[in-house]
């Protein structure tokens, strides 16, 4: 059965056009004639059978019929040049990933790690976009997501395939500034980490998260600790924002340990405490529940061999 679709010339007329709000220069940016695009835009309303220009002493204005359809068709012009040139470039044999990831994960394990990916898999793209929301997949903006939810969030987010990455552990971390400051005679355990009492850690000032309001409540519950204020404290959206306050001094944050790394590794951060949270959330790695595509796949195998690499590393 044949597509009810126009020409894609007169879609690419119509766009530049509607774009410049001339004939003229759509026909200077696309190199044809003025009359080749007005003959072009002219067949396209005929298979539409709507007016998408009208014509005023100064040239043309969109109708709104006009209007509506150029803003309809920009992204899929936009994705179909992307496809295209895709191919071109990668001959067949790779392509591009568009990953929607959130924030910190990005900025703090998954780009530092992007290099590998690409010495295993030269013929893969990936183009990162960051986002706190969920993210969506109908409308093509992202080929897959690592997204940091609830298996209930999981279980209810339609026509998606989730796979597991790993749990969120959660540490106590402040400056070693703060340390030498509030208790100059406690002694560590290990090269990164104290086991303060729970009454020293009332001493430490506190720093919460914005979309997590009550992280700290629930770490001294788990730990069976009583603290008068645990919800007192500077709100910062983001772990990254909440690394660098406590690195700066200015309290003491509960961060995945997995995000902070290089602070702990370079002394900026150390863990007050070994009492750990498991987090209600976890990371999953998810597309569309379509066939999941070869360079999908390929990401799949490849996130999962460096999460292996990470818990030998954090067996020795």
Known sequence: MRRSIPSIQGLICF???AKHLSYTYAAQELCIT??????QIQQLEDFLGVELFIRTRHGVELTIAGQQYFKSIKPYLLGLEKCTADVISHKGLGGTLKLGVVPTFATRWLLPKLHLLNQKYPEITVHLETSTKPFLFNDNIFDAAIFAGTQQQIDHWPDIQAHYLMDEEIVPVCSPRLIEKYFPDAMMINENTYDLSPEDLLNIPLLQQTTRPSIW????LTHHMQHPKPFDGQRHELFSMLAVAASHDM????????????????????IVSNKKLKGSRKYYLIHSSQDITPTIQKFVDWIYYELEQLKSNTAL
């Open 251 to 270: 309290g003491m944050a509960l961060i995945p340990q997995m995000l902070i790394e290089s602070e702990l590794q370079k002394k900026e951060l150390v």
């Open 34 to 39: 003025q009359s080749a695009v007005s003959r």
């Open 217 to 220: 409540q629930e770490w001294f």
């Open 15 to 17: 766009e530049s056009a």
